[in-house]
């Protein structure tokens, strides 16, 4: 039986975020919304300063908090390890949001389709500069880049659980790239990544990469002492405090809650 | 004939009122676009090659386009620069393409020039004929007075060489902003086209100066070459030292973190050398075979030519020998007589030169502690491994593991020298172009620069043109920012023909270039600006007469040469899909200009010449006019010269063309035949010399001559003139986010770093009053004029750069596209361009004193 497990090697993390992009718009997820996120962080006082770079997925936790308090079934685990939100099910109670200690749930206040960087129904800019609007190139599909795999339904229970940004009122959160990894690709962080620092596979394998990885270095998972059990990995670095880690949590949460202000400006 | 979707859109949109139908749709496309997705069970998908519109190099990637949308990028593995990668940039320019605010058609000014601007939509061919017209006029009288501005160049042959011969115009590049005092360090003292960068896959020791591993690329690749390099480097134990004011740059991956004083780089590498030569960690054979180091020097500085030839002195036979003799056995040290004649050789000469610039001396200055500046010195000698070589692909080689990055920061006052001095110091270890050691240009066969040879001889005139050259800047990079300062006062420096016409290709020169004043003041002087651009740039809207729109993603471009310092690649920019709009690509624009100026015939000729494109593939290219496609056909055409019998089909299918690995006899140069092709390094600047001589001899100002030294030599930086109050040190800083203003446009990337910050530290920030999250008023002082300018940003206070710096990244200060504007303030506004505030070959500075001030919670 496969059990995905995903590593990030801190000592290649570049901090790029390349990786948050990726996932952006492989999934079509809404602004303001990052299922992949990458902390930034210094540590020490002037002139002993480092810089610390964290990857932060959806930690598919193998104890996970979000699916126990799910009232309606619709956050589930996988036998491969996934944890995955059904979108015909989910009721945007948002107890995921309040019980997932890593903060990789976010909730759709808006229409999706209302909420992709440009007002793309009511035709925000057309005719400015010249006749036309992109609409008239792509269809008025929204947003213009919409991934169709991730409409279909997979796994063997064929729930809708891919992809971001579907209704108004429900959670989302990090598939892993469900749509991808059913196709035996990697999910769209990991193959995005310019130094190599994410890695994806089957820890059942011991020929995969990931089994060699945690054969050879020494590894923490995030928030251990609270027994998620997660299922991403961190080489190549020590953890960050439990302390440290809620502040960037917490910082992260105040940002992006900031961050619907980047779209539609009206002229 | 299948119509898609997308056409029947399109027909319909062409059919009926365009008010009434968004009207229609704002209710049925919901609907529409619930249903569009779900009937499509298999939709119409392909894969297209192409590569990256944003950076500089070129990152080769596929497009996945369903239905005629291209959905996502990945990077091409094939590629030898990204490997099958993309940086957060080339993920996110999808939206590029897709943005409403890009321009749509040409546009024609209605209002006056220097304020925003009001637009009217013009055909193409109006928009050509006023263009042409204009051409015309000034082309009469001088077609150097119409300069053809770029910022990127993404296909030289055909934009920089081909368009521009064909009119005989003034080109100009934005180097003066971007690294060039050190292009022009490296051509003059190595021969070579570029800064500095290790040769990683063998450096063991390694100087990040400046050089912002985690957020900006480095020496002539703009990110992901380098960073995969450096973390396999890494991984093989390459220590690391940052020389950087910041300490955001190394990220995890430094050892140690040496704070710099900005502008003070050059007292640095002088110490270093310093160090390096009283412990004897010098590469003698090196010194000898491959520089002028032996050279004999005069009293007055020159060399001492025997029948036009250089002197050595030989130690075998105690006699002067022309330095090219092979039976010399030449001197470093000493003082001799020839011919009546006292002379020295040139290393002897500089080391008197340094004997003063002890790392207690530059400790003063660089505010590091002399024991460091002594210990790097002392680990570069030892990890040197001078005399060592190894075998790279059957080629024994010179090994010397010691290297620097280096490339922006060759921006400041004394760049140039600093630059030079940081050669001279790999010149002592013999690590140039040796394995591991510091490299410059990425080869693909043994080269000299013609600059090597052309700077030495740069001609010092009474007269000077709207660049400033001849006179004030005998060597030129060309500063637009000088041009403008021209502009505003031609008495002031005798320029006596002032430029026209203002070709603007892929640049935002108002908030991209420095001191934003002087270009609008100069600028506007221009009596035609043309701005060819996919956005409405800032430039646009104060300043054009007439905007081009041209193509993002949707381009054809190329060939585009993809290659590493070790392998060898061609890709090309593809459309995935149609055109948006009525956006053109560059080299069809360009030809229509010419189209219209008769000279058509001309310019395919010269992009025929400048590609090596074979002579039956003329009706091709003209066809491919004609219909809107010369872009396309010239990557067609190119392939097939090239061999390639699929022509543009290979890159649509195939991505990129891997020609192969770069031998090691092509990348150590001293495995060259001759090695170095013959050259001899130049530690000693005759040529510099001789400038400066001409120079005072003419009455020019000291503040133009004083830095043309033979020997780099240090001075106060003139931002040092200023008065105490200003008692911070400003710099700007490039993020990982965007790349010039192709990027801020683009909202997934300005989500991510949504607004400006002036970086403080903490103790500073204390000490003036300042919280994390305040508004503080930043204001620059020009030491020279007096002026002071001042802006307002919100201050972020951390630990991790010098005390007396306080840096902001030069991404904002944008008014037009909604994406970009409101997020805060550019530094570029506060930096002045001008005398003290540029370099010796006119390269801007990006320092300036100024002084922080609390001014809002």
Request: charged residues 25%; proline residues 6%.
């Amino acid at each position: 039986m496969v059990k995905y497990v995903y590593v990030v090697d801190l000592s290649r993390c570049m901090g790029c975020r390349a990786c948050v992009e990726a996932c952006k718009i492989e999934n079509n997820t809404p602004a303001g919304i990052f299922w992949m996120w990458v902390f930034r962080w210094e540590e020490g006082t002037y002139p002993n300063v480092t810089v610390r770079f964290l990857p932060r997925p959806c930690m598919h936790c193998d104890n996970p908090p979000c699916v126990k308090v799910c009232p309606v079934g619709a956050r589930y685990k996988r036998e491969d390890g996934l944890v995955l939100t059904d979108y015909d099910r989910c009721i945007g109670c948002r107890y995921c949001q309040v019980a997932c200690p890593y903060a990789v749930n976010y909730f759709n206040w808006k229409r999706p389709v209302e909420h992709y960087y440009y007002d793309w129904l009511r035709e925000e800019g057309r005719g400015l500069y010249g006749r036309g609007h992109p609409n008239d190139y792509t269809g008025g599909v929204i947003p213009p880049y919409r991934n169709p795999d991730l409409e279909k339904r997979y796994g063997k229970e064929k729930r809708k659980v891919a992809g971001g940004g579907h209704y108004l009122g429900v959670m989302e959160k990090c598939t892993w790239c469900v749509h991808r990894i059913e196709r035996g690709k990697l999910p769209a962080c990991v193959e995005v990544c310019p130094a190599m620092a994410l890695h994806f596979g089957d820890i059942e394998d011991p020929s995969s990469e990931v089994s060699k990885i945690l054969a050879k270095k020494r590894w923490f998972r995030l928030l251990e002492e609270l027994n998620t059990s997660p299922r991403v990995y961190y080489v190549g670095a020590t953890p960050p405090s439990m302390e440290k880690v809620r502040n960037l949590i917490r910082w992260h949460l105040w940002t992006t809650r900031q961050s619907p202000r980047v779209k539609v400006i009206k002229r | 004939m299948k119509i898609h979707r997308r056409d029947f859109l399109r027909l319909v949109a062409s059919t009926v009122a365009v008010g009434v139908l968004s009207y229609i749709n704002l209710d049925s496309r919901q609907g529409l676009f619930e249903n569009i997705v779900r009937e499509q069970e298999i939709p119409e998908e392909k894969w297209v090659g192409t590569a990256c519109w944003i950076g500089k190099q070129d990152c080769g990637m596929f497009a996945r386009v369903v239905d005629g949308r291209v959905v996502c990028l990945v990077g091409d593995p094939k590629n030898p620069r990204n490997r099958g990668k993309l940086c957060p940039k080339g993920v996110a320019q999808i939206m590029g393409l897709y943005s409403p605010y890009r321009v749509k058609a040409p546009l024609k000014r209605i209002n006056e020039k220097g304020e925003p601007g009001e637009w009217v939509e013009i055909s193409w061919d109006e928009a050509l004929d006023v263009i042409a017209q204009k051409l015309k006029e000034t082309m009469d009288k001088n077609p150097k007075l119409i300069i053809w501005q770029k910022g990127r160049s993404k296909q030289k042959n055909i934009y920089d060489h081909a368009f521009v011969k064909t009119l005989g115009i003034t080109k100009i590049g934005h180097g003066a902003y971007c690294s060039d005092a050190g292009y022009r360090a490296c051509e003059y003292t190595i021969g070579q086209h570029g800064v500095l960068h290790p040769d990683f896959r063998y450096c063991k020791y390694l100087i990040a100066w400046g050089w912002n591993i985690t957020n900006a690329g480095g020496n002539k690749l703009c990110w992901i070459t380098w960073p995969q390099e450096f973390v396999a480097a890494r991984e093989r134990g390459m220590k690391v030292i940052l020389l950087d004011p910041r300490r955001e740059p190394g990220g995890p991956h430094v050892d140690e973190w040496v704070p710099i004083r900005p502008g003070t780089d050059l007292a640095f590498w002088l110490a270093i050398a310093n160090v390096l030569v009283e412990k004897g960690y010098v590469d003698v054979e090196f010194l000898k075979k491959y520089t002028n180091a032996p050279f004999l020097v005069k009293d007055d500085g020159y060399f001492l030519r025997i029948d036009d030839k250089e002197q050595v002195w030989d130690l075998k036979e105690g006699r002067a020998k022309p330095y090219d003799d092979s039976t010399a056995d030449p001197a470093l040290e000493g003082t001799y007589t020839v011919n009546g004649n006292t002379v020295k050789p040139a290393f002897q000469v500089f080391k008197e030169h340094i004997a003063n610039y002890t790392p207690e001396w530059a400790s003063e200055i660089t505010g590091i502690p002399a024991e460091t500046i002594r210990r790097i010195a002392d680990e570069l000698g030892r990890n040197a491994m001078i005399g060592s070589t190894i075998n790279i692909d059957g080629v024994e080689v010179p090994y010397r593991p010691v290297a620097v990055h280096a490339y922006h920061v060759a921006q400041q006052e004394l760049g140039f020298q600093a630059v030079r001095a940081c050669l001279i110091v790999f010149m002592l270890l013999g690590a140039i172009m040796a394995a591991g050691g510091v490299h410059t240009d990425i080869l693909t066969k043994p080269k000299i620069h013609g600059n090597f040879y052309k700077l030495e001889k740069a001609e010092v005139k009474a007269e000077t043109d709207f660049k400033l050259s001849g006179k004030y800047f005998p060597i030129n990079t060309v500063n637009p920012s000088m041009i403008a300062k021209a502009m505003i006062n031609p008495e002031k420096y005798g320029v006596k023909e002032l430029p026209e016409v203002l070709i603007i290709h892929m640049a935002n020169p108002l908030l991209s270039f420095v001191d934003q004043p002087t270009l609008i003041e100069g600028f506007k002087k221009f009596k035609f600006v043309v701005v060819i651009s996919p956005w409405l740039s800032e430039t646009a809207d104060y300043l054009a007469d007439i905007v081009l729109p041209t193509t993002t993603l949707d381009k054809y471009e190329g060939p585009l040469h993809t290659k590493t310092p070790y392998e060898d690649a061609y890709t090309a920019r593809i459309s995935p899909v149609e055109p948006f709009f009525q956006a053109r690509d560059e080299a069809d624009i360009y030809a229509a200009i010419c189209d219209k100026l008769g000279l058509l015939d001309k310019f395919v000729d010269n992009v025929m010449k400048e590609l090596k494109i074979d002579k039956k593939y003329r009706d091709q290219l003209v066809e491919g006019y004609k219909a809107g496609k010369l872009s396309r056909n010239i990557i067609d055409a190119w392939a097939k010269s090239k061999g390639i019998s699929e022509g543009i089909r290979y890159f649509e299918k195939n991505g990129t063309w891997y020609v192969g690995k770069i031998p090691a006899n092509v990348r150590y140069a001293a495995a060259w035949d001759p090695p170095f092709l013959g050259i001899k390094l130049r530690l000693y600047g005759e040529g510099l010399k001789r400038i400066r001589d001409e120079m005072r001899k003419l009455g020019v100002d000291e503040i133009y001559w004083r830095d043309y030294t033979p020997l780099p030599t240090w001075r106060k930086p003139t931002m040092e003139n200023s008065p105490p109050e200003y008692n911070l040190y400003l710099i700007s800083y490039h993020k990982i986010e965007f790349k010039q203003s192709r990027s801020t446009f683009i909202p997934l990337l300005a989500e991510l770093e949504p607004e400006q910050r002036v970086i403080i530290n903490r103790r500073t920030a204390e000490e003036l009053g300042i919280k994390d999250g305040d508004i503080v008023l930043v204001e620059a002082y020009n030491a020279v004029t007096g002026e002071k300018r001042s802006i307002k940003a919100r201050a972020m206070t951390i630990e991790g750069i010098r005390p007396d710096t306080v840096a902001m990244p030069h991404h904002y200060g944008f008014w037009v596209d909604p994406v970009a504007r409101d997020r805060g303030p550019t530094p570029n506004y506060l930096f002045f361009t001008g005398e003290g505030y540029v370099t010796m070959t006119a390269d801007q500075s990006f320092q300036v004193k100024v002084r922080c001030v609390k001014v809002g919670g």
